[in-house]
C-alpha cells in the first residue's frame, strides 16, 4: 500500500509559479511512475505529467509543455510538479499518482495509488 499526500498549492496571481510536492509512504517509491492530474469544476480529470521511476522520461500534455516540469527525488520519496506562466485556465485540484506500468502513463487507468488533492487557484 502507498499513501500519497500533496502540498503546494494555494492562490497565485496569473503569470505566477507554484511548485507542488508530493510526497509517498513506503520503500518502493522508486519502482513507480509517478503522475500529476487535474480536475477542473465541472470537467472531468485530465491528465497534465508524468515521469518514469528513474526520472529520465517525462511525458506532458500539450497545455503545459514548457511551462511545467514534472521531476522526482526518490532519496525523499517526492514527486514535484513546476508550474510556471501560470494561467487561470489551470486552476483545479491537483492530484498526484503512483502506477507500477511502464506504458500509458497519460492514462488514469493505468494508476493504483492517489492523493487526496491539492488545491491550485490561478487569478486573472
Known amino acids: 500500500q502507498v499513501q500519497l499526500v500533496e502540498s503546494g498549492g494555494g492562490l497565485v496571481q496569473a503569470g505566477g509559479s507554484l511548485k507542488l510536492s508530493c510526497v509517498a509512504s513506503g520503500r518502493t517509491f522508486s519502482t513507480y511512475a509517478m503522475g500529476w492530474f487535474r480536475q477542473a469544476p465541472g470537467k472531468e480529470r485530465e491528465f497534465v505529467a508524468a515521469?518514469?521511476?528513474?526520472?529520465?522520461?517525462?511525458y506532458y500534455t500539450d497545455a503545459v509543455k514548457g511551462r511545467f516540469s514534472i521531476s522526482r527525488d526518490n532519496a525523499k520519496n517526492t514527486v514535484f510538479l513546476q508550474m510556471n506562466s501560470l494561467k487561470p485556465e489551470d486552476t483545479a485540484i491537483y492530484y498526484c499518482a503512483a502506477s507500477y506500468s511502464t506504458v500509458y502513463l497519460t492514462r488514469s487507468s493505468v494508476y493504483n495509488y492517489w492523493g487526496q488533492g491539492t488545491q491550485v487557484t490561478v487569478s486573472s
Open positions: 515521469i518514469n521511476w528513474s526520472g529520465d522520461s517525462t
